[in-house]
Nanobody, 124 residues
Framework: QVHLAESGGGSVQSGGSLLLSCAPS????????VGWFRQVPGKEREKVAT????????GYGDSVKGRASIHVEHARKTVHLQMQSLKPEDTAMYYC?????????????????WGQGTQVTVSS
């Protein structure tokens, strides 16, 4: 059973930064894709960033390019999403997701496994 433990959400003022973390466990794959998504009630889910866990190839959504950085901390088996210069429009529930890597770019994957989500609120 794949499990994704998220942490790091909270409230921050506009212009601030946050570090979101996701620890995937329970998988038996050689490699996996990990993605961060966000959703605001009443709106479609938005893909924020993805990473190939072993290859470290990253992908970013246009709305966060230049303000977000995703990386793997292998010692702790954790994927971090660092977000800077936060804006009120970044306010959302952020979800970590994972999928078995079978080739190609993780940005193009459909993700089967999801965490519970962590709320990020950016005040102006």
């Amino acid at each position: 059973q794949v499990h994704l433990a998220e942490s790091g959400g909270g409230s921050v003022q506009s212009g601030g930064s946050l570090l979101l973390s996701c620890a995937p466990s329970g998988y038996t794959w050689h490699n996996l894709c990990v993605g961060w998504f966000r959703q605001v009630p009443g709106k479609e889910r938005e893909k924020v960033a993805t990473i190939n866990y072993r290859g470290a190839v990253q992908g970013y959504g246009d709305s966060v390019k230049g303000r977000a950085s995703i990386h793997v901390e292998h010692a702790r088996k954790t994927v971090h999403l660092q977000m800077q210069s936060l804006k009120p429009e970044d306010t959302a529930m952020y979800y970590c997701a994972a999928e078995k890597y079978v080739g190609g770019h993780c940005w193009d994957y459909d993700y089967s496994y999801w965490g519970q989500g962590t709320q990020v609120t950016v005040s102006s």
